[in-house]
T-cell receptor, first 118, second 111 residues
C-alpha cells in the first residue's frame, strides 16, 4: 500500500512552546489530508480536514488558532500545536487520500506522533 | 455519517477464526464499509473495504448482507500478532469525505 510518513515519531516540549508535526505522502499525491488526535484507550478523534492549497476545515470544538494546519503541497501537510499545554499531550495521527482512483478509495495513515508537553 | 456499533472487546485463541460484527443501521446508498486495524502507538492500517455481498483479500473477508445494515469482518486462523483494535468505518470514499472512527473492538488473542 501507499506510504504516509509522519515526523517526528515522538516529541517532548515545554509548556508554552510550539511544536510542528509533518505528514508526507511518499508515493502518491494526497489531495486531502486528515489530522486525528487519540488519547490513551480511546478512539481516533478527527480534528480537521485539509485540501491542498485550501484552508483546513476544523471539527467542532477544535481550536483552529491553536492547531494550525498547512497543506501547502500535494505531498506535505503540517500540524503546528501552538502554545502547547500538558492537556495537549496526545497521539497525533495524519491520514492522506489521493484524488483519483485507486488512491482515493482508502485513506492511508501515518505512524503517529506522540506529543508530551511538560 | 452513519454511526457504527461494535463489541468493545473480544477474546480468542490462536488458530481460531474470529468474526467481528459491526452494526450500521443508517448506512447511506453511497457509503462503503471499511475496516482498519490499529496496534498500540501506531496509525491504523487498512484491512478491507466493501460495498455489498462478500469481499476477500489475503488477510480477511468481509461479509455484508443485502440490507447492508451490518457487516462482519472475518479473520481466519488468528495468531498472537492479530491482537489489536479493529475499527469499522462507514462513509463515502474519495476526496475529502471524512473518516470518522467509532469505539472499535479490542481483540485479544491468546495461546
Amino acid at each position: 500500500g501507499a506510504v504516509v510518513s509522519q515526523h517526528p515519531s515522538w516529541v517532548i516540549c515545554k509548556s508554552g512552546t510550539s511544536v510542528k508535526i509533518e505528514c508526507r505522502s511518499l508515493d502518491f499525491q494526497a489531495t486531502t489530508m486528515f489530522w486525528y488526535r487519540q488519547f490513551p484507550k480511546q478512539s481516533l478523534m478527527l480534528m480537521a480536514t485539509s485540501n491542498e492549497g485550501s484552508k483546513a476545515t476544523y471539527e467542532q470544538g477544535v481550536e483552529k488558532d491553536k492547531f494550525l494546519i498547512n497543506h501547502a503541497s500535494l505531498t506535505l501537510s503540517t500540524l503546528t500545536v501552538t502554545s502547547a499545554h500538558p492537556e495537549d499531550s496526545s497521539f497525533y495521527i495524519c491520514s492522506a487520500r489521493g484524488g483519483q482512483k485507486p488512491m482515493n478509495t482508502e485513506a492511508f495513515f501515518g505512524q503517529g506522533t506522540r506529543l508530551t508537553v511538560v | 455519517l452513519a454511526k457504527t456499533t461494535q463489541p468493545i472487546s473480544m477474546d480468542s485463541y490462536e488458530g481460531q477464526e474470529v468474526n467481528i460484527t459491526c452494526s450500521h443501521n443508517n448506512i447511506a446508498t453511497n457509503d462503503y464499509i471499511t475496516w482498519y486495524q490499529q496496534f498500540p502507538s501506531q496509525g491504523p492500517r487498512f484491512i478491507i473495504q466493501g460495498y455489498k455481498t462478500k469481499v476477500t483479500n489475503e488477510v480477511a473477508s468481509l461479509f455484508i448482507p443485502a440490507d447492508r445494515k451490518s457487516s462482519t469482518l472475518s479473520l481466519p486462523r488468528v495468531s498472537l500478532s492479530d491482537t489489536a483494535v479493529y475499527y469499522c468505518l462507514v462513509g463515502r470514499t474519495g476526496g475529502g469525505n471524512k473518516l470518522t472512527f467509532g469505539t472499535g473492538t479490542q481483540l485479544k488473542v491468546e495461546l
